[in-house]
Nanobody, 123 residues
Framework: QVQLVESGGGLVQAGGSLTLSCVAS???????MGWFRQAPGREREFVAA????????PYADSVKGRFTISRDNAKITVYLQMNSLIPEDTAVYYC?????????????????WGQGTQVTVSS
């Protein structure tokens, strides 16, 4: 069992930046970590993911060039640096994990989830 805890959400003006963090409860080097988001009335959608080996799975088109995912295996933490935020980025952001190397962008493939952190971008 892996527990995930997200942090770093908040309220920011359009054009601003936020960095989300997701800390895992135990070290699993082969774990694929991903960020998803869910806006009210919409399905959970893929944002970014990184495999245990450090391979970055292609970003969602809506965030490409603005968001950057990274991981620190020593701290068992994955980060999502979000720049040039727009109101359409407003959502609850969730960290998910697959307990092996994967290139999946499908939420159903992610086994473990955090509780989510709210990101609100004002215009």
């Amino acid at each position: 069992q892996v527990q995930l805890v997200e942090s770093g959400g908040g309220l920011v003006q359009a054009g601003g930046s936020l960095t989300l963090s997701c800390v895992a409860s135990r070290r699993t080097f082969s774990t694929t970590m991903g960020w998803f988001r869910q806006a009210p009335g919409r399905e959970r959608e893929f944002v970014a993911a990184i495999s245990g080996s450090g391979m970055i799975i292609p970003y969602a088109d809506s965030v490409k060039g603005r968001f950057t995912i990274s991981r620190d295996n020593a701290k068992i933490t994955v980060y999502l640096q979000m720049n040039s935020l727009i109101p359409e980025d407003t959502a609850v952001y969730y960290c998910g994990a697959i307990p092996f190397n994967s290139d999946s962008r499908r939420a159903n493939d992610y086994v473990y989830w955090g509780q989510g952190t709210q990101v609100t971008v004002s215009s």
